[in-house]
């Protein structure tokens, strides 16, 4: 069965440093990868999705994501993080019509 | 276009009250789905369908009921509300179906988009 684990639970990172969340997936065939964010109280916003082909994908927000099959990793980076970044971020994985989430990490961002 | 809609925002219920949450979306999309989200588990799946008239059961549908009569909403109930169904709720929608091909690339065909959730507590 599909599957998707965070390692991170909670990362701090203070304002202009670069972030690094972890994503690793377990699925048979080619994934099709996700990564939302979801600000306090708010709902769920798509940074970026990979289908197929290149390996390193752009997003919005400054943030992009690098798919590595042998590692069944697609982790999630920013160079350089702002106050506004701090959120809850999940990485799914499609199954035919569904979404497998990871359990999210939280970023806390310190002046 | 105001894309995917939650009613309620908030519900506080007894347990053994029942109560349907609505979702509606305006984008013409086939596939909808109903997540709940608990602290630590990220979201898990209750139901979801495929088109209108069509419903199928997710990871966690034990407790909750779905219906699908018009394209354009998504019915969750709970019969009989328990504390464990305290729980935020997402719906979400996608033109197509996310694991299979479709669309081109860049396209929004094989995304999903979530409303703002309801947040509801049993007492």
């Known amino acids: 069965a599909q599957s998707v684990t965070q390692p991170d639970i909670h990362i701090t990172v203070s304002e202009g440093a670069s972030l690094e969340l972890r994503c690793n997936y377990s699925?048979?065939?080619?994934?099709?990868l996700f990564w939302y964010v979801q600000s306090p109280g708010q709902g769920l916003q798509l940074l970026l999705k990979?289908?197929?082909?290149?390996?390193l994908v752009q997003g919005i927000k400054g943030f992009e994501a690098e798919f590595k099959r042998s590692q069944s990793s697609f982790n999630l980076r920013k160079p350089s993080v702002h106050w506004s970044d701090a959120a809850e971020y999940f990485c799914?994985?499609?199954?035919?019509?569904?979404?497998?989430f990871g359990a999210g990490t939280t970023v806390t961002v310190r002046a | 276009n105001a894309g995917v809609t939650q009613t309620p925002k908030f519900r506080v219920l007894k347990t053994g009250q029942s109560m349907t949450l609505l979702c509606a979306q305006d984008?013409?999309?086939?596939?909808m789905y109903w997540y709940r989200q608990d602290p630590g588990m990220g979201l898990r799946l209750i139901h979801y369908?495929?088109?209108?008239?069509?419903?199928a059961k997710g990871e966690v549908p034990d407790g909750y009921n779905v219906s699908r009569l018009k394209k354009q909403n998504f019915l969750l109930g709970l019969e009989s509300a328990a504390p464990s169904q305290t729980s935020v709720y997402f719906c979400?929608?996608?033109?197509?179906?996310?694991?299979?091909?479709?669309?081109?690339?860049?396209?929004?065909?094989?995304?999903?988009?979530f409303g703002p959730g309801t947040r509801l507590t049993v007492l």
């Open positions: 979400a929608s996608s033109y197509g179906a996310l694991g299979l091909a479709g669309g081109t690339e860049g396209s929004s065909y094989n995304e999903q988009f």
């Open positions: 699925y048979g065939a080619t994934p099709y």
């Open positions: 990979y289908f197929s082909g290149d390996t």
């Open positions: 799914a994985v499609a199954f035919y019509y569904k979404l497998s």
């Open positions: 984008m013409n999309h086939e596939y």
């Open positions: 369908s495929v088109g209108e008239g069509t419903t």
